[in-house]
């Protein structure tokens, strides 16, 4: 008889989401220290003068759990075979593709509805030159992308799925994605996006899929900001 670790799907979520409010303070409590006692007036400054940094540190904060937690508490029996390489190559590109495209459309379908969506004043000063964006590409493209994708797919999405089922899985690991972020009026687009990095991983059985779409996404993000700053100046 298989040996079931939880008697709920319920107290695996619930691990889960304890999980990942210690990654939240964690990461928030080094931020402090990182950035010191900041005035509201000052802190979208600070933020984006120390943001490679800050990332780096997300990079730590998400990655590494992200890889323990998993390695801990997952289980590999049975676990589906990896596609090939190119199907991977080609779900994380469309993925990316499909997730850069629905968040546009959930974008406007929202601003439709009055709600307006807009990055925070920190990442609309990086956005907003050329020099900083490509000073911040190289984690806002590769870093980022693989430690998320470790912590939130890798873990939260398999261990979900492994423990309450896949609706269980898409939902927490999307909505804990979202709120991550920090952009209420933007966590439906965050929601959205996740869905689809995890339908990617959940096609291939291989976190490089989402990974990979998470990184096309990113470029094609910092990419139309480069293309919208030369068309105005």
Known sequence: MERTLFPSPWIAIAELVLAW????????ALGVLLLGLQAPDDLAASLAARLPWLL?????????????????????DGQRPLSPAL????YGVGGGLAAFGASILVSLILRALGVVVEEQEWARQVLSEPRSIL????????????????????????FA????????????SSLLFGISHFNLPGLPVYFVIGLVLAAAYRRTSSLAAPVL????????????NLIAIRELS
Request: proline share 4%; glycine share 10%.
């Open 87 to 90: 199907r991977v190559a080609l």
């Open 135 to 158: 000073v911040v590409a190289p984690w806002v493209v590769l870093i980022v992308p693989l430690s998320e994708e470790l912590f939130f797919r890798g873990y939260v999405f398999r």
């Open 213 to 224: 779409a998470h990184v096309t996404h990113n470029a094609l993000v910092l990419l139309t």
């Open 161 to 172: 799925t492994e423990r309450a089922g896949l609706l269980a899985g898409l939902g927490v």
């Open 21 to 28: 409010a210690g990654v939240i303070a964690v990461g928030s």
């Open 56 to 76: 780096t540190l997300q990079a730590v904060v998400f990655g590494v759990p992200g890889i323990v937690l998993a390695r801990r508490r997952l289980a590999h």
